[in-house]
């Protein structure tokens, strides 16, 4: 069985620009959640899809965004690039609601 | 303060060493999650707990509803074991995560 894959697993962006991420879950989860990883603040939850709905979401600013696909997949978006903005973006998927979360690689974003 | 506290943040061992690992937590929670994070970035989910003990080989993991405490013990320690170990918490329906442990084993 595959497990979570993320795409790219490295990225470097300009300030200003946007920048799209992919994450496709472990086959048959349905619940996607994408976290932020920095030196200075550690992992802080994102946001939560199940079933192509946001579930939750953390307190990041309206910049990112995401969503899910009918088959899983989920994409976050972050728009308006800041040098604080990089980071390592990992996402996770389960299979239900408290089951354990299986985690992808991570994508490495540097903003310049 | 943070609702998920570690300690130690940093642990250097000798290979052969029992070694644990604290994490407090001061919300009411549905599950405990203890995460391994190697060099790369990669996480491997080691535990999820809502009460009592789970042990997977030479990691044993604990947690304490009453006290909000859990410990992670690694027994027989070995230089692979050399990770960041992250206590994370289930709390309106989202992941709250510890600072981390840096754990060095020297051979």
């Known amino acids: 069985k595959a497990g979570v894959t993320q795409t790219p697993r490295y990225l470097i962006k300009t300030r200003g620009q946007q920048v799209t991420l992919s994450c496709s879950p472990i086959?048959?989860?349905?619940?996607v959640s994408w976290y932020q990883q920095t030196p200075g603040q550690g992992l802080q939850f994102l946001f939560e899809?199940?079933?192509?709905?946001?579930?939750n979401k953390g307190n990041f600013p309206g910049r990112f965004s995401g969503r899910q696909f009918s088959n899983s997949r989920s994409e976050m978006n972050v728009s308006t690039l800041e040098l604080g903005d990089s980071a390592l973006y990992l996402c996770?998927?389960?299979?239900?609601?408290?089951?354990?979360?299986?985690f992808g690689q991570g994508t490495r974003l540097t903003v310049v | 303060k943070n609702e998920v506290e570690q300690s130690p943040q940093n642990l250097t061992a000798q290979e052969g060493e029992f070694i644990t690992i604290n994490c407090s937590y001061s919300?009411?929670?549905?599950?405990l999650h203890w995460l391994q994070q190697h060099p790369g970035g990669g996480i491997v989910s080691l535990f999820m707990l809502s009460s009592g003990k789970k042990k997977h080989g030479r990691l044993i993991a604990t947690i304490n509803i009453q006290e909000k405490h859990s410990s992670l013990h690694i027994t027989a320690s070995h230089p692979r074991d050399s990770a960041v170990y992250i206590c994370a918490v289930r709390s309106r329906a989202r992941l709250t995560f510890g600072e981390g442990t840096q754990l060095t084993v020297n051979p």
């Open positions: 086959s048959g989860h349905r619940s």
């Open positions: 996770a998927s389960k299979g239900g609601v408290e089951t354990e979360a299986f």
């Open positions: 899809y199940f079933s192509e709905t946001q579930r």
């Open positions: 919300v009411g929670i549905s599950a």
